[in-house]
């Protein structure tokens, strides 16, 4: 894989805004089919420029505009915002108070960093391909949720090219949801709730909620492949000790007896719930099935940050930008394919420059009908010929899938105004 290197990266950007930023899909997500008048052009995008300069409450009229701005600053990052009431880049000259934000997609952000407390094989940015199933595991269990629990349908979900992933749920009513019910839904996908000072962080009623039988379900899949061998969690009295602290007090000599007798940590998971299992049928203990479930659920349910999710007017990183540590594309993850996706070798903007330079020599030697094409047309292409294109492909997916929805939503007015 061609090597990032931080400094190229103004000169990168260049390149990658003029040929490589699928800009017409990206346009054509943010309009949403045009159907609403002044739509786009009310939506805030914020830019941070070289030598972390922020420009906030940028906006633009037409695909044109936008993609021209963006191709002259060459910002090092981009966020979207909220749809504002008003054009944001106007939100100087407006009524004290008028300014507001209306709509914004339902978005959810989860950052490996507030793992740290459970994962052993990395700390802060840093991510391996062991402690990166913690993210598979967030995807299926929250993507479930949103789909069968709320019905949404059009969910998008972003690597972030570094430590984390961000999902964007899209659907026309799902924008126009308060903070309040914003709050609501993001308050029912929170398990692991306190601070690093809170040890035990996940605590279950006595009647457990569907929901979290069904992300139990989930999290059985991976748990003794993640959390047993891969992260090792009961290895020494060091470990075990933290997962004590999660079992009630009464078995705690027990366990720790066993434990000494035990070879490794899934020889030490399989005392545990035999031991918890003993005692609550002969020693009547009231602690039910989720005393086990409570110690998955704490190394393995998604952490998510509410207040990027009940705030309509935060800020949140777009795709298809480029992370400027690691030089990674945030791309969207196949839902088909989620077990499958590898961090790892999602292309840097290094490597598709790279790959484009490659073809553009091989192409030089006189190819006259791409010369006589329009700029648009070979810049629609252009990304098709490097490693971004199966990640444009899969956002293309999602983008059919919202005009489908629109086209029947269109249809079923239709049916319903006319008079027979």
């Known amino acids: 894989m061609e090597a990032f290197d931080p400094n190229e990266l103004p000169e990168l950007l260049k390149l990658y805004y003029r040929r490589l930023f699928p800009f ?5 997500w943010l309009n949403y089919g045009g ?26 009229n037409n695909q044109s505009e936008m993609e021209k701005e963006i191709q002259k600053l060459n910002p090092h990052k981009i966020d979207i915002g909220a ?20 709509e914004k ?57 570094r430590r984390g992933v961000h999902c964007w749920v899209c659907d026309e009513t799902v924008r126009k949801l308060s903070s309040a019910v914003r709050s609501g839904i993001v308050e029912y996908l929170s398990l692991v709730k306190g601070g690093e000072e809170m040890r035990k962080k996940v605590h279950l009623s006595t009647k457990v909620h569907p929901f979290i039988r069904k992300s139990i379900n ?71 099935p989720w005393v086990e479930w409570e110690i998955m659920l704490h ?9 990027v999710s009940k ?15 690691t030089g990674r594309i945030s791309v969207p993850i196949n839902l088909q394919k989620v077990d499958q996706f ?21 192409e030089d030697d006189g190819d006259k009908e791409n010369e006589a094409e329009p700029d648009t047309k070979r810049h629609t292409r252009d990304y098709k010929k490097t490693s971004l294109a199966p990640y444009v492909k899969s956002f293309e997916q999602f983008l059919e899938e919202l005009d489908k929805s629109r086209k029947g939503e269109l249809l079923r007015k239709s049916d319903a105004q006319r008079d027979f």
């Open 24 to 28: 017409s899909q990206y346009y054509r």
């Open 218 to 288: 989930i999290v059985e899949k991976y748990f003794e492949e993640y959390a047993l061998v891969g992260q090792d969690i009961f290895e020494n009295k060091e470990t075990w000790d933290k997962i004590l602290t999660l079992v009630p007090e009464s078995i705690h000599a027990e366990l720790q007896q066993g434990f000494q007798k035990c070879h490794n940590s899934v020889q030490r998971w399989e005392h545990l719930k035999r031991t918890v299992s003993t005692n609550r049928a002969v020693k009547n203990e009231k602690f039910g």
């Open 342 to 362: 590898d961090p790892f070798i999602v292309p840097t903007i290094s490597q598709i420059c790279h790959e484009l330079d490659m073809v553009s020599t091989n």
């Open 105 to 161: 997609e339902l978005v959810f952000d989860i950052d490996m960093t507030d793992y740290d407390d459970v994962r052993r094989c990395c700390s802060s940015a840093d991510i391996c391909s062991k402690c990166w199933t913690l993210m598979t595991m967030a995807i299926h269990i929250i993507d479930r949720a949103l789909k069968e629990d709320f019905g949404f349908k059009h969910r998008l979900w972003v690597y972030s090219g």
């Open 299 to 307: 190394y393995c349910f998604p952490r998510l940050d509410i207040n």
């Open 35 to 60: 159907v609403v008048k002044n739509y786009f052009q009310h939506r805030e995008f914020s830019f941070t420029l070289k030598d972390d300069i922020y420009i906030r409450y940028q906006s633009f």
């Open 311 to 325: 705030g309509i007017n935060h800020l949140l990183k777009s795709p298809f930008s480029v992370h400027p540590k």
């Open 83 to 102: 749809v504002y009431s008003h054009r944001p880049i106007q939100h100087n000259t407006v009524k004290l108070g008028a300014f507001q934000a209306q």
